[in-house]
């Protein structure tokens, strides 16, 4: 994780504001919200145990009650021209949900 986004994370984290703490533990204020984290790699990471970005932003995201999160990845971006995750990778999310790819694309999602 870059400074800039551990800085990002440490200012966004407020008691009151983002989270409250309560007899049981924190507890997250900002909750109903969808997340879309994009992701941008030189390696093919996503669901191997290399991948240390999705599960810790899934667990900093829930802290804050934020639980509704998909992960867009542009992965093997420094393994040649084209490389076939990627390939593989844009089929499948085309095929699996074509509307909100569009919808992305068009800047249409909240």
Known sequence: MSSQ???????IARVGIT???TA?????LVKGKKVY???ARGGVYAGTPNDS????????????????VSFIYAEGLNMGVRPRPVRRWLRRARRSRPSESAAC??????
Not at 5 to 11: I, N, P, Q, S
């Open 105 to 110: 694309l068009r800047g249409e999602l909240e």
């Open 24 to 28: 049981t533990g924190p507890e997250g």
């Open 5 to 11: 986004l551990k800085t990002y994370f440490d200012w």
């Open 37 to 39: 984290v994009v992701s």
């Open 19 to 21: 989270f409250c703490y």
């Open 53 to 68: 970005q999705t599960p810790f932003l899934k667990t900093f995201l829930g802290f804050f009650g934020m639980t509704d």
